[in-house]
């Protein structure tokens, strides 16, 4: 796999508070690749710092090829950013949605096989409001594809789902990628960048402290002789969960 974004000495002050400290690190074109780290960890001023929405303070970053600080504008065009809820105007259905944010992009797409593609072609008349939690999150991915992105930014996308909806969103995310397109998520749950990513990088107080893939990185702690008090089993609760009340899209 070829480098698609090199991040370079990558720093952002606020006055005296150093919020990101000078971190480097390479995203290979199409894998999946998690920011994590616990709140203030510098992660979510990282994605913004490349999605070209925050000013960085020093340091370079390359997006395909492009420099953030001479191309933003062809960085733009070649990236999806998931908006929050309240990016959207509640009152419009989703089929409105998708063509007014493919007039933003200048771009003609079909709307029903877009939210086919995340499993919303029956929610096409549905305002925005009316959706659960679950379809507010997918719909929010579909429009990170409407430019047809190179890369995708998805920051915390399934926090306050439930169990089947997260589920049903890895896997949307895993399509995303199997398409080629190169994914970028942060997380707060630790079971949900295991699954999906390729290689995390952890971040705390501003630094990146840890990058490699999930197993590699649990193979090191195991090699310092760590053990889990608590017997690993083959399975969670939230396992249970899933395979008592079922896998399918459920609608709330």
Not at 96 to 116: K, P
Not at 156 to 180: C, F, M, Y
Not at 218 to 247: C, M, P, S, Y
Request: proline share 3%; glycine share 8%; with cysteine.
């Amino acid at each position: 796999m070829s480098t698609i974004i090199s991040v370079s000495k990558l720093r952002k002050s606020y006055g005296a508070f150093e919020a990101v400290k000078g971190i480097s690190f390479d995203v290979q074109e199409g894998e999946i690749f998690g920011l994590l780290g616990p709140n203030g960890a510098g992660k979510s001023t990282t994605l913004e710092i490349m999605e070209t929405l925050r000013p960085k303070t020093s340091g370079q970053v390359i997006i395909a090829g492009f420099d953030l600080d001479r191309q933003p504008d062809e960085i733009k065009k070649i990236i999806g950013v998931q908006l929050q809820t309240s990016g959207f105007y509640p009152g419009l259905n989703l089929l409105e949605l998708v063509e007014m944010f493919a007039g933003l992009y200048n771009r003609q797409v079909d709307g029903r096989e877009l939210l086919q593609k995340v499993n919303l072609q029956d929610k096409a008349k549905a305002k925005y409001k009316e959706l659960s939690g679950g379809q507010k999150q997918r719909f929010s991915i579909a429009t990170t594809l409407i430019n047809q992105p190179r890369i995708i930014f998805l920051d915390e996308p399934t926090t306050g789902l439930d169990p089947q909806a997260r589920r049903n969103l890895w896997q949307l995310v895993k399509n995303i990628r199997s398409q080629g397109t190169t994914v970028i998520i942060t997380t707060h749950y630790m079971d949900e960048a295991e699954v999906l990513c390729d290689r995390v990088a952890i971040m705390d107080n501003g630094n990146i402290i840890a990058i490699d893939s999930p197993d590699q990185l649990i193979d090191q702690l195991v090699a310092t002789g760590f053990e889990r008090v608590r017997e690993v089993k083959k399975a969670n609760l939230e396992d249970v969960f899933i395979q008592l009340t079922g896998h399918a899209f459920r609608e709330d």
